[in-house]
């Protein structure tokens, strides 16, 4: 179950994450870069509130810490892929599953051997 919450808590911070860190590259295009920098600060104040409370949550019930960072990579990787092809428009290429296979195999690494 702990590790289900983390999971959650983690693709919500990604999604504010991935639009802070990337979503002006879209929709602040024509704007000076400044304004993107605010814009972006104000996103990732979100993505703070549920990361943070994801880490530590996942600490508290004894997830370790390279299992927390596994995890967080994991879901990046899963947020970025549908925010790149759906929001972005962007083509995602064989290189996006081979990465998505490397993850499984270092989520796998990291909780059973």
């Known amino acids: 179950m ?4 983390v999971l959650v808590l983690l693709t919500i911070s990604n999604v504010f994450m991935t639009f802070a860190w990337y979503g002006h590259l879209k929709d602040l ?6 304004l993107a920098v605010v814009v972006s ?14 880490n530590r949550y996942g600490d508290a019930h004894k997830l370790e810490l ?30 996006y599953l081979a990465a998505a296979a490397c993850m ?7 909780f059973r051997l």
């Open 2 to 5: 702990s590790i289900a919450v």
């Open 29 to 34: 295009r024509e704007q000076p870069w400044y």
């Open 41 to 54: 600060w104000g996103i990732a104040f979100f993505e703070y509130l549920v990361q943070v409370p994801a």
């Open 66 to 95: 390279g299992q927390l960072k596994i995890l967080q990579e994991f879901v990046t990787l899963a947020v970025f892929v549908p925010f790149s092809m759906y929001y972005m428009g962007r083509p995602i290429g064989w290189n």
């Open 104 to 110: 499984c195999g270092a989520v796998y690494c990291i």
